[in-house]
């Protein structure tokens, strides 16, 4: 063990003095060869951040979770709408407020009267991914990474689409990812890998979801027609028979709202604004618009039937953008998820009987906000650094914000697990009487 230490060490050591190096003879002679590999340009072929601090220390997960207590929630909401900011934490929110108009500036988010933070770590590990995560806020249960509406037994938890439809709610589900992805997925399958897009597609479509919006088509067609299908069925020919399917956001405008079919929105191949995919763009809504179609859709049955709606949609590019360390792939999806967030809290400003809830599934990059200089704090330049690696930034295990309003938000302040938002938002609808038959 001593041995490897000072290995470590050694190495560390002879890294950082070659970066040294290499930096003052690139600043000397710019152009001699090998320099790129340090300058400021060309970043991303660096595997680590040499300077980085850490402590490398074993966790015990020896004790035992519990639940927060509720208050008990007297005005009950008639619809929940839940925001997940895929790898959103408190240094995206700040810097995408900077970014916006600087440190005086306010976001959509700093209307809400109720915030929080929420822990998110899953059954097997102190860093979270979606799938567990995303699996905790629609079970309440804790599930091991990779899993999807399963404990972490693999056995069969009832999500929270399938336990309130029961009562009479209608569910829809949205994303800018394609929406066999983790966080849709987790409120609709029942799977034990989050990889085995043929069998969540196939239960979203079995599924008691009314209105589904986001990219994936690839995932509903073989892989001879294009697809990603391995089990060779055609998914898309079976939608076109169970479901209205739309595939431009034209439809969504033109939508008639009459009649009670399920309605698949494959707004493209793979996921929303994919730059492999540029000409498809301008056939793609927005998460506002597909935020708007949903609510008036629900609107629209329940005037005829149903008690309320639960919608849930999902900015998922956040994350992928610290996962690419990219600032101006960051601002622009949060610019489309702060949008859909303005929408829903406008909506329920004005309608007064629904709970709005915004939150994230974990936090990636690290975004940290920091002076220019070391130390030199008097400035107006600063600079957004993802601090989980170069190129490469991953989930970090630091807790997320929440927010909240409406009726059943004073349960969404204070310290939350993950689990947590599956209570809370249980205790804000009435589920007193069963009505199995809302659609008829």
Same mark, same amino acid.
């Given at each position: 063990?001593?041995?490897?230490?000072?290995?470590?060490?050694?190495?560390?050591?002879?890294?950082?003095?070659?970066? /040294?190096?290499?930096?003052?003879?690139?600043?000397?002679?710019?152009?001699?060869?090998?320099?790129?590999?340090? &300058?400021?340009?060309?970043?991303?072929?660096?595997?680590?951040?040499?300077?980085?601090?850490? &402590?490398?220390?074993?966790?015990?997960?020896?004790?035992?979770?519990?639940?927060?207590?509720?208050?008990?929630?007297?005005?009950?909401?008639?619809?929940?709408?839940?925001?997940?900011?895929?790898?959103?934490?408190?240094?995206?929110?700040?810097?995408?407020?900077?970014?916006?108009?600087?440190?005086?500036?306010?976001?959509?988010?700093?209307?809400?009267?109720?915030?929080?933070?929420?822990?998110? #770590?899953?059954?097997? *590990?102190?860093?979270?991914?979606?799938?567990?995560?995303?699996?905790?806020?629609?079970?309440?249960?804790?599930?091991?990474?990779?899993?999807?509406?399963?404990?972490?037994?693999?056995?069969?938890?009832?999500?929270?689409?399938?336990?309130?439809?029961?009562?009479?709610?209608?569910?829809?589900?949205?994303?800018?990812?394609?929406?066999?992805?983790?966080?849709?997925?987790?409120?609709?399958?029942?799977?034990?890998?989050?990889?085995?897009?043929?069998?969540?597609?196939?239960?979203?479509?079995?599924?008691?979801?009314?209105?589904?919006?986001?990219?994936?088509? #690839?995932?509903?067609?073989?892989?001879?027609?294009?697809?990603?299908?391995?089990?060779?069925?055609?998914?898309?020919?079976?939608?076109?028979? &169970?479901?209205?399917?739309?595939?431009?956001? $034209?439809?969504?405008?033109?939508?008639?709202?009459?009649?009670?079919?399920?309605?698949?929105?494959?707004?493209?191949?793979? #996921?929303?604004?994919?730059?492999?995919?540029?000409?498809?763009?301008?056939?793609?809504?927005?998460?506002?618009?597909?935020?708007?179609?949903?609510?008036?859709?629900?609107?629209?049955? $329940?005037?005829?039937? /149903?008690?309320?709606?639960?919608?849930?949609?999902?900015?998922?590019?956040?994350?992928?953008?610290? #996962?690419?360390?990219?600032?101006? @792939?960051?601002?622009?999806?949060?610019?489309?998820?702060?949008?859909?967030?303005?929408?829903?809290?406008? @909506?329920?400003?004005?309608?007064?009987?629904?709970?709005?809830?915004?939150?994230?599934?974990?936090?990636?990059?690290?975004?940290?906000?920091?002076?220019?200089?070391?130390?030199? @704090?008097?400035?107006?330049?600063?600079?957004?650094?993802? $601090?989980?690696?170069?190129?490469?930034? &991953?989930?970090?295990?630091?807790?997320?914000?929440? @927010?909240?309003?409406?009726?059943?938000?004073?349960?969404?302040?204070?310290?939350?697990?993950?689990?947590?938002?599956?209570? *809370?938002?249980?205790?804000?609808? $009435?589920?007193?009487?069963?009505?199995?038959? /809302?659609?008829?």
């Amino acid at each position: 063990m001593k041995i490897i230490s000072k290995n470590l060490f050694k190495y560390t050591f002879v890294i950082l003095i070659s970066f /040294c190096i290499g930096s003052f003879i690139g600043n000397k002679f710019p152009n001699l060869p090998g320099f790129n590999i340090f &300058s400021n340009n060309d970043l991303s072929k660096i595997n680590s951040i040499f300077d980085k601090d850490f &402590s490398l220390v074993n966790i015990s997960t020896q004790k035992v979770l519990k639940q927060k207590k509720l208050i008990e929630v007297k005005r009950k909401a008639n619809n929940i709408i839940l925001l997940i900011a895929d790898g959103m934490g408190i240094g995206h929110i700040s810097t995408y407020r900077l970014l916006r108009g600087g440190p005086n500036e306010r976001v959509a988010l700093d209307l809400f009267p109720v915030s929080g933070f929420v822990l998110t #770590h899953s059954s097997n *590990a102190i860093i979270t991914d979606s799938a567990a995560s995303a699996t905790a806020y629609s079970t309440g249960k804790k599930t091991n990474n990779g899993v999807l509406g399963l404990d972490k037994d693999h056995e069969f938890i009832e999500n929270f689409t399938e336990k309130i439809q029961k009562y009479g709610f209608l569910n829809s589900l949205i994303s800018t990812s394609d929406i066999t992805h983790a966080t849709p997925a987790a409120f609709v399958s029942h799977v034990e890998s989050r990889s085995n897009t043929d069998e969540i597609s196939k239960q979203i479509i079995e599924s008691n979801i009314m209105t589904v919006l986001g990219g994936g088509r #690839h995932f509903f067609l073989p892989q001879e027609l294009g697809g990603k299908r391995k089990d060779k069925i055609n998914l898309l020919e079976q939608v076109k028979r &169970s479901h209205v399917l739309l595939t431009e956001k $034209n439809e969504l405008e033109n939508f008639s709202f009459q009649g009670q079919d399920k309605v698949i929105g494959l707004f493209a191949g793979k #996921h929303l604004r994919d730059i492999e995919d540029i000409k498809n763009h301008k056939f793609e809504p927005s998460l506002g618009e597909m935020l708007d179609f949903a609510i008036k859709r629900s609107l629209q049955i $329940n005037k005829d039937s /149903c008690k309320g709606f639960f919608i849930m949609a999902e900015g998922s590019q956040i994350d992928w953008a610290g #996962h690419a360390n990219n600032l101006n @792939y960051f601002e622009r999806e949060m610019h489309d998820f702060e949008e859909a967030v303005q929408l829903a809290f406008d @909506y329920a400003k004005e309608d007064q009987n629904t709970l709005v809830i915004v939150t994230a599934d974990h936090e990636t990059g690290g975004l940290l906000i920091e002076p220019e200089s070391l130390n030199d @704090y008097l400035t107006s330049k600063v600079k957004f650094s993802f $601090n989980t690696g170069i190129g490469y930034g &991953s989930h970090t295990g630091s807790p997320v914000p929440i @927010y909240a309003y409406g009726p059943g938000s004073e349960n969404f302040t204070g310290t939350l697990d993950n689990t947590d938002v599956f209570y *809370a938002m249980l205790e804000a609808l $009435n589920l007193e009487n069963e009505d199995e038959n /809302c659609l008829e």
